[in-house]
């Protein structure tokens, strides 16, 4: 009785959607019919400006140098020097304090009247917040049981240093070390909002990038390009900063920093043999825009110095495979009504399938719209605009 039972409303519950699905085939027009999915084959990993790290690392295998790589892909751009520190928005802390690990030397001073106070109590950890107005800086410590204890109100905005030594700091995402001072920053006069911002040298930074954008294993050379190329760009984007109290980020949207906690002995030796080079254009330092793999093309950039070329040396990620869903464009783009297809309907002309895709055609049951490949790539999460679809 029980199974009939269930056999009856299953049975029945089968008819119900069966109908309801025929009466939707039939209130949909026939132009409304819906693509399954859009069929992508690529080449390349990134957006193909500039430097190539496979490219580099492929072109270090067959003997090149790091300065015949650099000319490679920034033609004509000569080697310069520069020095300096820079800033650094630490993202991953996204509390309004800094708080650091206790160690040797560690000390604080104030930005306000720029005096510095020795930090030696018997502490496990150290923090640095804003009062209440955010004109001034409270210290405390915490020992290895009970809470926060003030230890004193500093002038304006404090950071942490220990004479270059690597500093520990506490986020919500976990630990990490930095070199150089950990400071408590605000965004502007009467904000009480603060940021972490690290500040070090040039040189220091660099050891915590080039292992987070190459692997510090490769060929030497390729690795000391990279080091030339990400110690150009931050020296380009310094001299533009992001805000007022720092220059550049720490994620891909800047170039990837991980302080002294990712630093690798080998990269580490990479930027000390390129110590303080860097591409020069016009007698400053050039937009050295790098990626993963131009796919066999580099890809034009916004200046001269950036040209589409073939580039013998990358073979990396050559015919990658993905699919987009018509429910992922339905999403992206509601506008269109009912997804029907997509195609490329212009290219760059440089490179594989007829080169990048410069504009596609999204269409749909309500209306048809044009993205540029850049976007299309953004929206669906693809690896590179050097592709074909179908």
Request: glycine share 12%; with cysteine; proline share 5%.
């Amino acid at each position: 009785m029980r199974t009939s039972r269930i056999l009856t409303v299953l049975t029945t519950t089968a008819l119900l959607v069966g109908s309801a699905a025929t009466t939707a085939q039939a209130a949909r027009p026939s132009g409304e019919r819906r693509a399954a999915v859009v069929n992508v084959v690529g080449n390349g990993f990134g957006h193909g400006h500039g430097l190539s790290q496979y490219g580099a690392q492929s072109a270090a295998t067959q003997g090149a140098t790091y300065v015949q790589i650099l000319k490679f892909y920034y033609p004509d751009l000569p080697l310069g020097s520069i020095g300096g520190s820079v800033s650094v928005l630490i993202t991953a802390d996204t509390s309004a304090d800094v708080v650091v690990s206790d160690r040797s030397g560690l000390e604080v001073r104030s930005l306000g009247n720029d005096r510095t106070y020795r930090l030696s109590k018997p502490a496990r950890l150290w923090r640095i917040t804003a009062d209440q107005g955010g004109a001034r800086s409270l210290v405390s410590w915490r020992g290895r049981s009970g809470g926060w204890q003030t230890l004193r109100t500093v002038a304006g905005e404090a950071e942490f240093t220990a004479g270059g030594a690597p500093i520990t700091l506490h986020t919500p995402e976990g630990q990490r070390a930095y070199r150089g001072v950990l400071r408590s920053a605000r965004p502007g006069p009467g904000s009480g909002k603060r940021d972490t911002v690290n500040v070090l040298p040039l040189e220091s930074y660099l050891k915590g990038v080039v292992p987070r954008e190459v692997p510090a294993s490769w060929k030497p050379h390729a690795v000391r390009a990279q080091a030339v190329a990400a110690r150009t760009y931050a020296a380009f984007e310094r001299a533009q900063p992001l805000a007022r109290h720092y220059q550049i980020c720490d994620t891909s949207l800047c170039q990837v920093y991980g302080g002294f906690t990712d630093e690798h002995p080998l990269s580490n030796q990479a930027v000390q043999a390129t110590r303080k080079r860097v591409l020069l254009a016009g007698g400053e330092p050039a937009f050295a825009q790098f990626s993963a793999s131009n796919g066999g093309w580099t890809s034009a950039g916004a200046y001269d110095y950036l040209p589409a070329q073939e580039d013998p040396f990358d073979t990396a990620y050559q015919g990658w495979t993905d699919t987009v869903t018509a429910r992922e464009v339905e999403q992206a783009l509601p506008a269109i009504g009912t997804f029907q297809r997509a195609e490329v309907v212009e290219r760059d002309g440089n490179g594989a399938f007829g080169g990048r895709a410069t504009r596609v055609r999204i269409t749909g049951s309500s209306t048809s719209t044009v993205i540029s490949g850049d976007d299309f790539r953004s929206f669906f999460g693809l690896r590179s605009t050097l592709f074909k679809l179908s």
